[in-house]
Structures are given as structure tokens and as C-alpha cells.
């Protein structure tokens, strides 16, 4: 009797006339609330729940920490559906009969996206359901959940399927949201926009959903504190974030990214790198070079990108080439770009801020899981992170997943709204496997023989404070070719090392920046071994006014001559009288007191002689 009273109520309070009891089984477990029931028709498409948790948090992420505060936390477990599903949850405190609807129309991405148990957490608020600020919540009859779903959105729930779970009130602790380290200008707007509903009134036409295959590592520094060689659990968001991605990326097959780390040595190894002092968050710089540095010292294949609200340029590693590159496309991270980082496979950690409640601003790093977009633009996004960063419970409600709906406000920020929790995503940061950026992203380095000339050519898709390029041979300089600077427009280089004698050489480009750093971009081997014999070249440019250049070859180390006569036979000039070594070689000639007409250029060595005409019109 009791249970039908509680659904009766639950039906007149969200306004619908009808219900579905062929999808219930109604069996009341009043007399033994602790004991949780589950009430779902199995359908072969549909998603299974398979749990679910009810915490009343203390807040100790406040300026003033907060206990027993009337935010409650649902954690509900399951495994999805062969197809996507929306569902609406509502709750009923079985004492005063209250009731409260959660979240309407959430979708669930099919287990195409993730398979496996899921993890998704909802806030609410629980002064919906009697409780007071301060107090311990603690219905005697417990809560009763309603878990609706359907393949498509439901403008009335109770005419669809629905798990119903009991549960009683836990008390838990949300600690997780503090300062990392990242600094906030005090000009910077407060969030004014009003929560939304909770309520999408459109169908999702896009959806990425990476889900709980991320591994979350929890957070405990009752038994990962602070020493003289890792800076604790405390506060340890940003290299638990980054953990966590680098984990699941080294994790996918065929990638190309291997890290054989234990999750705990990555977590501490990355909090190294980025330089935590003891018991402290990072910066968001802090955090893009630390990763970048792990990445260097293992020799990994990733490559990383960044929007960010304050940081204008590249951010590079403290030791080696790479670089993170910046995409900001405005004063804050985009929509779009977040959303393309995930249809392109790529991890993303978010940096998030939020008012601390006396005008100040705190900050979490989480890792981004799935996000959802509707016809009209409505968007939401989950997030997997450890709420607790003091005892980790050995149950593993720690770790959640949560979905958060996201409104970009007047100033371009996402903000994410979680049962009137804003904040405002200040960085985003994605990775993915390939070659780590460097300052210039060289994409082709070739060379070319034409005779015993050597044509070195290189191309680069963009460049970054690239002052140039020093080319050498053999270890030698030959050549600096100025670069372009910053730039992502593709960009065309080459020389020409000329007369060369017959051999192996290695030719090396080495790009500089602006600041004096150096790298080593490519190398390549090039031989030349042009079959020789005598011969005396045309001169180019014939005619010519008043210079040209005259080409010739010998087989062999030779005494060469190289004379100018003029029509009559006179001899004009000698350019050359000496031993030379075998080759071809370019002499210039130089006709400034000779006046118009033909000459006759010579070839004389100890075993050949070879003439050919010039015409000389000024």
C-alpha cells in the first residue's frame, strides 16, 4: 500500500495522468529500507542499472567549510544498451513524501561507445526533499529513485519503463574542487547566468562517450602523503587528471603509445615533472609542461594542444624541442574544439574555476569523458574525477562520473551547471598519439643531383619564433636561410651546393629560434658519382652583357687553362692556370673593357684541348 501512495504522489507531482505497470514490479521494501531493490523490465536493447548510492555531502572545497550542506549526490551504476537512451530520474523521500525530479531526458551513448559497468552522478538538491542546511539528512523509510528511459525523449516519463531503487542517505565528502594553482585576475566576471533545468527539449544529434574505460585513480593522502620526493595526495587534481588520460591513451591498441607505469608511479611521476610544492595544486602551465616533460624523458609518441584563458603562446618543455601548441581561438576554450578533440579520439583534461563563496576563486582538473549536442545546441558534457582527496573510501565511491550541462555565457566562457555548482572551463588541454610538436614542424626534407650539383629542398607546415635555418655538409656550414617566423601556413625552402666532386656527403639542417635555441630537424645522405669525361660547356648566358659563366669537366686531377680570345685570334685573358681536381667546375668571366662581337673561349689540359664562341652584345 505504502508504495503505491509513493507513486500515486510521485505521478500528480510531475504532472501526468498515466503510468506503465507493465514495466513495474511493485514490491514495497519499507520494512527493510537498507536493502536496496531494483524494479526494471528487461528488454534486450535497453540499458541495465545495476546499482545505485545517495550521499548528503559536506562541502570542505568552501572558504568556510560546510557540513552536512543540502547538496545530495546520486551515484548510479549500470550497464548501457545496444542503442541510445535518454532517462529521467526523480526521487521521493518516503518519510514526508516529497519529491524531487533530478534530471530530465539525459542520454545515455549505447555500449558501442563503452562497454562495461558505468558510473554516472547526479547532484541535487535535497531541501526539494525536507532536508536542512547543517543538519544530517536521514529519512527513517529512506529514498525511492525512479529511473525512466526510452529510445526517445520522454515528455512524459510515466508512460515509459523505469528501475526504481531504495536507498538510504550516506554521508560523504566532497573536497575535491580546490585552488591548483592557477592564478585568477580580479577582474574576472562572475557568473551570473541562471542555471538551466536540467531539461533538453531537442533530440542529441552528436555524441562522444569515452566513459569509465578512463581510469580514475583515487586520491588518498591518509596513505599517499606528503615527503621528501612526491608532494602528497593533497591537492594533486592536475597530475591525477593527467594520470588518468595518459593511462587510458597508453591503454587503446595500435596506437603507438606504450607507458609501462603502474598508475600510482605515473601519477607521482607526472606530479614531479610539473613541480608541485608539497600539498599544492599547479598552474595551468605548470601542468601542460610537466606533461610535456614526461613525455620527453620517455621518449613517448603524443603530442600536445591547449586553449586557455591566459596563456597567449606555446608552452614549452623545460628540457628538449617539444612544445604544447595553442589553438585559443579567443579568450577562452571553445565549444567546437573540445568537441572536435573528442571526435578525433584524443583525451582532454579540463581546468576548471569556480567562486569560492567569499570572492575569491578555487579550481579543479578532471578528465573529460563524453559530451552530448542536441538539434537547437543544447550541450552537456561528463567528467570522471575522485570527489575525495583525503581517506579514499574503500568502496570506490570516490570516483564518479559526472554530467554537467554547458551554457557559454555573455564573455565566451563554457560555463558547466551541476545542481547550481557553476564554474567556468579556464584551460582545456588534449593529447594524442604522434609526433611531438616542435618549434617547426618540418613535413619533407629532400634532395635532388643534377650532375654533380645538389639541390636541398625541405617544406614545413607551420613555425614557431623560427629565426631559420643552418644547413651544412659533412659537419660543415654552408648556408643560413632565413625562416618565417610564426606561421601555419605551409612554407617552401631550398639550395643549391654546387661542384661537387664525385662522393658520399650528409647534409643537416638545424633550425634555430629567435632565442638562440637550437635543434636538429633532418638529415640526409647523398651520393654523387656522375660518370666524368672531358668536356668544355656552353656559356650561360650566351649572348651575355657583360657576364657569364663558363662550365667545364675533367675526369681526373688535371693542369687545366682556360683562355679568352677575340675574332682575330688575340689572346684576351687567362682565367685559369693551374692543377684542378676532377670535377666540374664554373669559372666567371667578366667583360666590362671588351667591346660587341664574338670571342672564343679554350679548354687546354695535358691530353685535351676543346674552343667554343661567346657573343659579347652590350
Known sequence: MKNSIHYVFYLLLIACLISNPIAVNAQSNAQNPQKQTIKSVIQEDAPVFEGLTVQQLSLLNMAEPLNHSIVGLMVLTYLAGSVGYYITVGVQNNDNFMFALIINNLYLP??????????????????LLGAILGVPFDPVNGLSFFVHYSQTRMDDPTSHPFAQFDAMVEQGVDDADNEYGDPTEPTEPAITDPTPNNNITADVTQTCYYGCTVPNIDLDDSNHPDTDTYAGDKNACGPAAAANSLKWLSDLPDNGVTINLPHRDLL????????????????????IRGKLDFITEFGLNINVKFQSESITDTVRGSFGFAYARNDNDGNYPTWDWLKQQMIDGEDVELLYKWPDGEGGWRGHVVTLTGFTETANGEKRIAYKHDKKQGQADSGGKDVIQEWADVK????????????????????????????????????????????????????????????????????????????????????????TDQNLPNGIYEYELIQIDFDGSRESSAKINVEVDIPLKYELAQNYPNPFNPSTTISFTIPQSDFVTIKIFNSIGEEIETLVNEIMDAGTHRIEFTADRLSNGVYVYTLQTRDHFQSKKMILLK
Open 110 to 127: 549505447s555500449f558501442a561507445f563503452a562497454a562495461g559497468v558505468q558510473i554516472l552522478a547526479l547532484r541535487f538538491n535535497l531541501t
Open 408 to 495: 557559454v555565457d555573455s564573455h565566451g566562457r563554457m560555463i558547466l551547471h551541476n545542481n547550481g555548482r557553476t564554474k567556468y572551463i579556464a584551460h582545456a588541454v588534449a593529447e594524442s598519439p604522434g609526433e611531438p610538436f616542435t618549434p617547426v614542424e618540418l613535413t619533407s626534407f629532400n634532395a635532388a643531383l643534377n650532375q654533380n650539383d645538389v639541390l636541398i629542398s625541405w617544406i614545413t607546415a607551420t613555425e614557431i619564433n623560427n629565426s631559420g635555418f643552418e644547413l651544412y655538409r659533412d659537419g660543415i656550414l654552408i648556408k643560413f636561410i632565413n625562416g618565417n617566423g610564426t606561421t601555419s601556413d605551409e612554407k617552401y625552402y631550398s639550395y
Open 268 to 287: 607521482e611521476q607526472l606530479s614531479n615533472f610539473m613541480q608541485r610544492q608539497r600539498n599544492k595544486g599547479v598552474s595551468a602551465e605548470q601542468f
